[in-house]
């Protein structure tokens, strides 16, 4: 009775925490989460509990190659080493934007030493939260309105901008690059192929083969792109990033003909992953690839339309993590 008196009395102080308390088992179901990262996730307690992480952030995946784990907390119950301090990136489907924290973990091991728990605690990133406020002062509002008429028009476009700025995400993290940049990334994606809204709808859903003259309209969308983005204060290196997404590591791209890393580094990760989603997406004239078929069209592109070493990356995180963001 004092047993179940004292956890029901931890459990409510757990909940006025704001910092991220996240228990897990050795099956990688979620034992415990409390409201801080509930209300992160916009998602219910009930929704989460008994859920496995590796369905969560790994799409499914059933096993985490060994230093791969992408996560703290992961690692902890995979290996029992215990991190105190270590940043991490968590996202799940319905939070606003990607988050940075610092993780510690903790094991709860069996009589005999085995771990059978892991528990992290999440503390938001000073840093993320500036860049939050960044965002909400350059009125975000303005991309997700032209988005938004996208859709109208093209009701594929939103859905693949979406998909490329979640891989972009994903592939930025295994790379390890800062925080800013993966927000950069993570924008630049959300609004590559915003300068569709200036092509004509005949055009954008015709299902059969484009005239030399359709498709000398379709090549101007990354200019046409460029210049709403860089209208939107502090989007200047985001408009650059969307007027290059179509260049070729070998120089036959648009809209300017730049070759290998004359295009921006973004421009070059946005490429690889903008041509995955759109041969894995159904379309109303093709049938989509499956991922094997989709990443050797990649691997056999590497060095004439992608940075081969962008390509190398993203195909290694596609065959692992499929595609998802790849911690918790």
């Given at each position: 009775m004092l047993e179940d008196l004292l956890r029901d009395s931890f459990i409510k102080v757990v909940d006025k925490q704001s910092t991220g308390w996240l228990l897990i088992n050795r099956?990688?179901?979620?034992?415990y989460i409390n409201e801080a990262l509930c209300r992160l996730w916009q998602k219910d307690r009930e929704e989460l509990l008994g859920r496995s992480v590796l369905d969560l952030f790994y799409n499914g995946?059933?096993?985490i190659p060994a230093g791969h784990y992408h996560s703290p907390l992961l690692e902890t119950i995979e290996t029992g080493r215990e991190f105190r301090g270590k940043e991490a990136y968590l996202c799940l489907s319905g939070a606003n934007f990607p988050c940075w924290f610092t993780v510690d973990t903790y094991t709860f091991r069996d009589s005999e030493g085995i771990v059978q728990y892991a528990l992290g605690t999440y503390t938001l990133i000073d840093r993320y939260k500036a860049l939050e406020t960044q965002l909400e002062s350059i009125n975000i509002s303005i991309i997700k309105s032209f988005c938004k008429a996208?859709?109208?028009r093209d009701a594929y476009t939103l859905r693949h901008n979406e998909n490329v700025a979640d891989l972009a995400v994903g592939l930025a993290e295994y790379?390890?690059?800062?925080t800013t940049d993966i927000m950069t990334v993570y924008l630049a994606g959300l609004v590559h192929d915003i300068g569709k809204i200036g092509v004509p709808e005949s055009v954008l859903n015709k299902p059969g083969r484009l005239t030399d003259g359709e498709?000398?309209?379709?090549?101007?969308?990354?200019?046409i792109g460029a210049d709403i983005v860089a209208e939107i204060d502090g989007f200047g290196a985001i408009a650059k990033i969307v007027r290059h997404h179509h260049e070729r590591y070998d120089g036959r791209g648009y809209p300017d003909g730049l070759a290998g890393e004359q295009i921006p580094f973004f421009s070059r990760l946005l490429a690889v992953c903008d041509a995955y989603d759109a041969m894995t997406s159904v379309r109303c004239y093709r049938v989509p690839l499956n991922i094997e078929s989709a990443v050797a069209e990649i691997a056999a592109c590497a060095g004439s339309q992608f940075d081969p070493d962008i390509a190398r990356c993203f195909i290694e995180y596609i065959r692992r993590f499929g595609g998802r963001q790849t911690v918790s």
């Open positions: 099956n990688f179901e979620i034992v995946t059933k096993k996208i859709e109208a790379l390890r690059l800062p498709y000398a309209v379709i090549k101007h969308h990354p200019v």
